[in-house]
Nanobody, 128 residues
Framework: QVQLVESGGGLVQTGDSLRLSCVASGRSLSNYAMGWFRQAPEKEREFVAA????????WNTKSVEGRFTIARDDAKNTIYLQMNSLKPEDTAVYYC?????????????????????WGQGTQVTVSS
């Protein structure tokens, strides 16, 4: 059974950086795409970034382009989200997730329903 555990969240100021980590246990996820989502209070869960199996391709939602970078280290069964130039609107609980779909990915069309296993989330708060 796969488990995902996020870490690295915290309280930072506008313009600061954070790196989130998501460690998987239970099986290797190197062949599967993984993603980061976030959910702010009273808002729907938002797809933030994704990376295909073995790091073949990455995707970011437009609001974080140029600021957030997703990466994976398959030797550590871990994915990362490097977040730079943080803004108050980035405040949310951040979740990592894995999709077991192994076809061609169209991340623009994917939603949270396409992801099978989720972590418990890590809080990111950006003060102004």
């Amino acid at each position: 059974q796969v488990q995902l555990v996020e870490s690295g969240g915290g309280l930072v100021q506008t313009g600061d950086s954070l790196r989130l980590s998501c460690v998987a246990s239970g099986r290797s996820l190197s062949n599967y795409a993984m993603g980061w989502f976030r959910q702010a209070p009273e808002k729907e869960r938002e797809f933030v970034a994704a990376i295909s199996g073995s790091g073949g391709g990455t995707w970011n939602t437009k609001s974080v382009e140029g600021r957030f970078t997703i990466a994976r280290d398959d030797a550590k069964n871990t994915i990362y989200l490097q977040m730079n130039s943080l803004k108050p609107e980035d405040t949310a609980v951040y979740y990592c997730a894995v999709t077991y779909y192994t076809g061609s990915y169209n991340f623009d069309a994917m939603t949270s329903a396409d992801f099978a296993v989720w972590g418990q989330g890590t809080q990111v708060t950006v003060s102004s």
